[in-house]
Every structure is written in C-alpha cells, then in structure tokens.
C-alpha cells in the first residue's frame, strides 16, 4: 500500500485509489511508451473485489458528499484544479512516456483539464419555481444520482477524465474513473492528488485489464456510466447497463466532414484543415475525417494541404520540434496499417503520405488519399490515424446529403468566407457540433454530444451536469384544506 503525501511523485508507485488509500493488487500488468516500446511501471490489475470495495466506499460516501452544499463541493474542485496546475509540467511528461503526443501538446491537455475543473465548478444547478400561486408551489429541482464510473479511452485521458469528474462530484455524486488499460498512469495519479481534496471514496480510481470495464458496467452499485469510447463498445456498455437500468451517457466515434467552398483563402484554410486532421496524429474523435473541397479549388487546395502536411515532424515527443507522436498502441497502429495495405489494393491515389518506415515506435507518416470513392473504407470509415480522403463537390444540396450519409454525427465544419452560405450549409448538417471556419474548438460551457451512433446524451455545460442528476418535480399544495 502507498502512502498519501503532501507532494506527488508522478513516475513512480502507480496506485488504485479505494476508499481513501493507495492500493496496490497482487497481479500487475504495464503499458508501453509507444515511441520506444519500452515497458512503462507496473500498475494494479483490479479484481472484483477491489470494484466491490470501491462501489461501497463510494455509496458511503455518497451519503455525505450528496448533501454538501455547493460551494464547498466548488471549493474541493477549485483546490484539486490548482493542484493539476501545479503539477502540470510533470504531469505533461508523465503525459507524453504514455500517450505518446509531444510534450507541448501534452501540458496543453493538463491545461485544458485545468480549464474545464475550473469552468465547470461555475455553473450551478439551481431549484426553478415553475408555477406559484396562493394555493401551491411547483419546483423542479436536481437530486444526485448516486454512484457514477466514468470510463475513458487512451487518446485524451487527463482531459476525458476531469471531464467527467467535475460534474460528478459538483452534483454530489461519488465517481470512480475506469482509464483505458493502455493509458492508465496519468489517472492514476490524478485519483492520487484528489485525495487530498475531497473526502474517501469521492474521487476513486481503478486500474485493470480488458475485464474491468464491464464488470463495473454490470455491477449493482454504480448509478450510472459515463463513458467515452467507441462505438462499438458503447453498444456493450449499454447493454450490460440496460440490465439495472442505470443512466448512460456515450460519447463515441465519429466521421467528421469538412466542406469547403470555393470562397475560401486556400494556403490559410489548408493549413488549418491539415492540422484539425493530422491533430493528436489523427487520434481525436473529432478529427477532421473526410475533406469536402470544391472542384473548382481542388488542384491548388490539394497542393496547399500536401505542402502543409509535408512540415509535418513525426517522431519521439520528447524530441524538440516533433509536431506528431506515434500512435498509442499496436492494436491502433495495425489497425491504421490496413488503411496504407488498401492503397495498392484499392488503387487509391497518394497526395502525400503512403509510406511508412520501418522503426521501432508505433509511427504513421501523415496521408491523404486523393478522390477516393465515396463508399472506399478510408472515405467510410474511422480509421482514427494520421490518413485522411480528400474528396471533391460541385453540388450544395450533393455535398451535404454525402456528408450526413453515414451513421456517425459527433462533429462537422464548413469553410466560406461568405458567412451566409457557411451557415446556410452548417444548419443542414447532422452532427452534435457544428462549426464555421473552424473545428474542434470545444468550451467547457456547451453542451458536447454525438448524433446517430457517435453517442447518446451530453457532456458539459449546464445539461452536462444535469445528466448526472436525477430531475425531481415537487408539488407544494400549501394547505391541507385547499
Ligand atoms: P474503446 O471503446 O476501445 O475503449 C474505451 C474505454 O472502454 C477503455 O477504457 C476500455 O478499457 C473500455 N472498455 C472496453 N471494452 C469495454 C466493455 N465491454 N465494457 C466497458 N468498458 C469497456 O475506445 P478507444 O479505442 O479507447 O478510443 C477510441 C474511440 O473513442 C474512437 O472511436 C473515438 O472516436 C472515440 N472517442 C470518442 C470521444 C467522444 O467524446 N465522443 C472522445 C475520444 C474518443
């Protein structure tokens, strides 16, 4: 067992958080650095006893937690988000050893998970008087739900994670984070420094392998699960959560399209497409996934974008002036690869990219596959990698049918200088977040949610919060002789 200090040593002794303690589990397993693939510490390998000893801890300590007042559960998250802050330097690198991103971008994510602990602790869910008269009184209030989990995936596991931590515990809710086994050490630690701000069994933390997921999913206990993930695994947590009907909230894949008119500056908005689709080495899930330039641009476009992405420096993020990191893991890595094995098979035209080099680390050099068909893999398909078709339109009403007709809707963006006909085309788009000129711009106070299949519910933002509650509807009959 570890001990709970006043300073944080972020690269070594890697705990579960249960009920206030460090704990450790008799088996350990270790992620890899993907740029190197050398083994990163041993972390616990949770059983289910440690998720039943976290459950119950979780329940007691719902028992208080739920009925602190507001500004105190806002004092605990503005104190956990100064401490992030102040471990954010090492966090970073702690970031980058198992994520892979370079390390700017990697203090970049611990500085957006400071901005949205902070951000989030400003809203406030307050009780609505709806109607009142001499005779009655109706108000709708928010009641905590209970115990949540929040399961998070391996390409942003700081933010993904805080994310759902503030408006789990800001609503009086207990919360135990469930990383993704290949990148489980900055939650680790994150479930660590909590400790020192809020009482046991609020923040918990548990490490695993492929087992933990769905026996938290399936357990008794928990009220409700917020995940982040895929797709396809989001259908098995909600099923196996259909069983005790907890809540779900499911932030999944997706297949962004960005459509590009012709009204456009072309060396400007190539550069922006190229990084919103080469960000994270493609590993966002609101990634730039299918280009939508106008025909009539597409010679000088696609040659703007090549020129960009060939700026692009792959490599160790470690290393100065490496823009993107390997992959996260192999599993991602060989999955990516199908995508340059079809280009042969497919006779997929390269702008750029195709090849990649035979190194230690999982790295993929950046690629664009130019007018691919509308139904080839790459144009269907997340491969959630640094590869990206570019495809060409000449038709609006066209354009917009090809960019909803897929079953994923997390995000879209239109590129036009015209401001009437970009937001003439954004409104007709069917996708959580839609944007102009811009993507991935994400703030703490919107609502962030996938249409389709890219997810169910929301995250952030006021109704963020109110997904974690229950809503309750009081009738106040103010006589008993009215
Ligand atoms: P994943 O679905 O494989 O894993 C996500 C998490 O679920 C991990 O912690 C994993 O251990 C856990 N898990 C796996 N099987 C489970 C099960 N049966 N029950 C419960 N938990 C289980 O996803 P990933 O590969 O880690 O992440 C990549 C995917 O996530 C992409 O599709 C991406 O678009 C999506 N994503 C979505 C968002 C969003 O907010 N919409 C954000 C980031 C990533």
Same mark, same amino acid.
């Given at each position: ?17 249960? *009920? ?12 890899? *650095? ?5 083994? *990163?510490?041993?972390? @616990?390998?949770?059983?289910? &006893? ?27 998250? $503005?104190?956990?988000?100064?401490? $992030? ?7 970073? +690198? ?22 949205? $602990?902070?951000?989030?602790? +400003?809203?406030?869910? &307050? ?25 998070? !995936? ?17 609503? =009086? ?25 809020? @009482?046991? /069994? ?10 933990? =997921? !769905?026996?938290?999913?399936?357990? !008794?206990? @928990? ?19 259909? &069983? ?12 962004? @399209? ?58 160790? =993020? ?40 035979? +190194? ?48 994923? /809707? ?33 703030? !703490? *106070? ?14 952030? =933002?006021?109704?963020?919060? +109110? ?11 103010? &006589?008993?002789?009215?």
């Amino acid at each position: 067992m570890g001990s709970i200090g006043a300073s944080l040593d972020l690269f070594s002794g890697f705990y579960n958080t249960i *009920n206030g303690k460090l704990t450790t589990t008799e088996k350990t397993r270790h992620g890899i *650095n993907p740029a190197n693939g050398k083994p *990163n510490p041993e972390v @616990p390998v949770s059983t289910p &006893k440690d998720v039943d000893d976290a459950v119950a801890a979780a329940k007691e300590a719902f028992k208080s937690w739920s009925k602190t007042s507001n500004e105190e559960r806002k004092k605990a998250v $503005l104190a956990f988000a100064d401490a $992030l802050e102040r471990y954010e330097s090492d966090f970073g +690198k702690l970031l980058t050893q198992e994520q892979g991103k370079p390390l700017q971008f990697a203090v970049g994510e611990i500085k957006a998970g400071v901005h949205w $602990l902070r951000s989030l602790s +400003k809203l406030e869910l &307050k009780e609505e008087t709806i109607e009142e008269d001499e005779e009655k009184r109706v108000v709708v209030r928010h009641t905590p739900l209970g115990v949540t989990v929040g399961i998070v !995936p391996w390409n942003f596991p700081v933010q993904l994670a805080v994310g759902k931590i503030a408006p789990s515990v800001l609503t =009086g809710n207990p919360i135990i984070i469930k990383p993704s086994p290949f990148t489980p050490y900055c939650d680790l630690k994150l479930g660590e420094l909590a400790q020192q701000y809020f @009482p046991p /069994g609020v923040v918990q933390v548990l490490s695993g392998d492929d087992n933990l =997921g !769905p026996w938290l999913t399936a357990h !008794p206990g @928990p009220d409700k699960i917020s995940f982040t993930g895929s797709t396809v695994t989001g259908k098995k947590v909600m099923e196996s959560a259909a &069983k005790t009907l907890k809540r779900v909230t499911l932030e999944l894949g997706g297949k962004d @399209p960005a459509i590009i008119t012709k009204n456009i500056n072309i060396d400007a908005v190539a550069q922006k497409i190229g990084a919103l689709a080469f960000a994270n080495s493609g590993q966002v899930c609101l990634a730039i996934k299918r280009i939508y330039v106008h025909e009539s641009i597409h010679d000088k476009f696609r040659d703007a974008i090549v020129a960009f992405t060939k700026t692009l420096k792959v490599g160790d =993020g470690t290393e100065e002036g490496v823009t993107h990191g390997p992959l996260q893991n192999s599993m991602q890595y060989e999955k990516v690869k199908t995508f340059f094995s079809d280009i042969e098979k497919e006779k997929w035209t390269v702008a750029v990219g195709g090849k990649n080099e035979d +190194k230690p680390g999982y790295f993929i050099t950046p690629t664009i596959i130019d007018k691919p068909a509308d139904d080839s893999r790459i144009a269907t398909e997340e491969p959630f990698g640094p590869i990206v078709p570019l495809l060409t339109w000449s038709d609006e009403d066209d354009v917009i049918a090809r960019a909803n007709n897929t079953k994923l /809707g997390l995000g879209a963006s239109v590129w036009s200088d015209d401001l009437d006909e970009a937001t003439r085309i954004a409104r007709q788009l069917d996708a959580g977040s839609v944007w102009v000129n811009t993507h991935l711009e994400l703030d !703490p *106070n919107a609502p962030f949610g996938g249409h389709k299949e890219s997810g169910i519910g929301y995250e952030w =933002g006021i109704g963020g919060l +109110k997904a974690f509650t229950n809503i309750q509807t009081l009738y106040l009959k103010k &006589k008993t002789s009215a």
